[in-house]
């Protein structure tokens, strides 16, 4: 476990404490701490209204706490607006795809480039010299992101007109282009058939061994879960209710409990057919 | 790579970026510039007023489209903007006798200033609310030109001189149409440019999901006053161009109708559609001068269609208007993209 020496500001990049968060009296959250180490897996699952989501947005900035802190790398989040945390390494995608519907494929991760970019109004409406080779390096960048989730045949299709199952990789795609060091993925298989399920569940490992990349996921699909992640943490009603590796949290009676209130496994085999591999 | 399909190849992203890229496109546009620069060689007086009273339109609906159509923010003050770059060039060139190619950018940037000031509410309000906060603008902004007489003459209007530069007057449809068409062919390619770069980006993602662009490090604050002062600025732009035009301003030429007529372009256009600005501009100035010529022939036989006219040129206007909301909401900008593939098809499209 982790102990609080000099050295865990590097292992531990993502850091949850005491978070609370209520709407209107109802505890959405509930004294929720949790830390994620650099380079892992991490998953969190529960019931439908067991605040994950909320939990991403007081991440990202867009819901903020009524107690508790977040700790990014270090620095505290929980004071910033969304758009001053994506430049510090962190992106998202979200439980109903929200992506720019107007925009192309192309379009949609170049927005994702935009902290990387420089040109404002003048140099953009001018599209010389600098802007147009700006444009020209992060288009290329693009490129190796549509490469990686193999769209290249849907580059120059506008979102609207795109199938539900691309636009989810879409939405992983925006997010990488950001190059965050900790992406958080809000159910990325929800509704995905079982090719599509398989295909997101590796473009989430190369992510996460390719780049590096540390990953905060909120997934149903219990298979895939233990079988990827490196820790999972269990929310119910707004308060966690275990945290460990995955094979302790199959085991753990208290989350036994809560899923069937009973002695049978609520765990289905993963996918390689063992529960265990981690 | 032995077996190549045929069809247009392009072998570097720089290649993706030319705005004409067919050899077709390119002789297109290149005789439609030839076909416009020579224009006064075979237009008369009249239809030269009106294409220059187009250009001056089009540079203002490319402002409101950036800030209404490609950013989402709604404005019923782009009239009284339009005024503040009209009053800001009238008083700078014949007030304190600054050169006009000098006081041009200048109205630009004042009246972009006022629209950051008032582009203030939209960081807190959206749709109908921000109508309403714009509507304000429109209204305080009308009862300044109305007061401040020391700079505007109130309602008795204020002469304007035509622009001059180096002894050179543009005081022919002429000479103002080569200014004119200028100046809006370099709106429009900078403003296309901006909706294609980083800045445009921004706008219509925070036109589509403020969200998940406030997420991917976008600051919907600044986007959202860029966006304003873009549009004012341009509005600036074409008010001054007006002023310079007409050679007097009164108030009465930029109220809330004005503004609305701006909005009807962009809408009847295509709303996030830069050529949609120029369809738009193109159709609401030649409705009425065509609805004026056409009763103007008619009165011949039925007199009393003259007595009419005003009416009948409201009542027209707002049909056409629903008509458009109706059948075509996407505007004149669909038309043209359906247009552009059934030729790049044909024969075999049907
Ligand atoms: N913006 C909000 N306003 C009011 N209640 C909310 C809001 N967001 C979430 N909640 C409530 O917080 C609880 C947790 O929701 P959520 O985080 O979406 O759960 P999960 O993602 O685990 O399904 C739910 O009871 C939900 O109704
Ligand atoms: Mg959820």
Redesign the interface.
Known sequence: MLDATAGDDLRVVLEVEGVTLSFGGVNALLNVSLQVENGSIYSIIGPNGAGKSSLFNVISGLYRPQRGSVLFKGQDLTLLPAHKIAPLGLARSFQQVELFKGMTVIENLLLGRHIHMRAGLFSGGLFWGKAREEELRHRQVVEKIIDFLEIEHIREKTVATLPYGLRKRLELGRALALEPELLLLDEPMAGLNQEETEDMARFILDINQERRTTLLLIEHDMGVVMDISDRVAVLNFGELLAAGTPHAIQEHPAVIEAYLGAEDSVFPEGRSGSRNIL | MSARYCGDYKTS??QE?VLFQTFFSRLWILLFLIGLYTAPLYLNEYALYVCNLIGIAVIGALGLNILAGFTGQISLGHGAFLGVGAYASAYLVMDLGVPFFVALPCAGLIAACCGLVFGIPSLRLKGLYLAIATLAAQFIIEYLMVHVEGVTNGVLGKMVDFPSCLGFSFDTDQRYFYLVTTLALLATL??K??V???????F??I???P??????????FKYKL?AFA?SSFLAGIAGSLWAHYVTIITPEHFTLGVSIEYLAMIIIGGM?QIIGSIFGAVFMVLLPEVLRVASGALSGQFPVIVNLFAAIKEGVFGLIIIAFLIYEPDGLAHRWQLAKSYWKLWPFSQ
Do not use: C, K, L
Not at chain 2, 211 to 220: C, K, W
């Open positions: 992203y720089g970026m900078i403003t440019n901006i294609r770069t980083r800045p445009g980006r921004a219509i993602a036109r589509d999901q969200v998940s662009a406030e997420v991917m490090g976008v600051n919907p860029m873009f996030g």
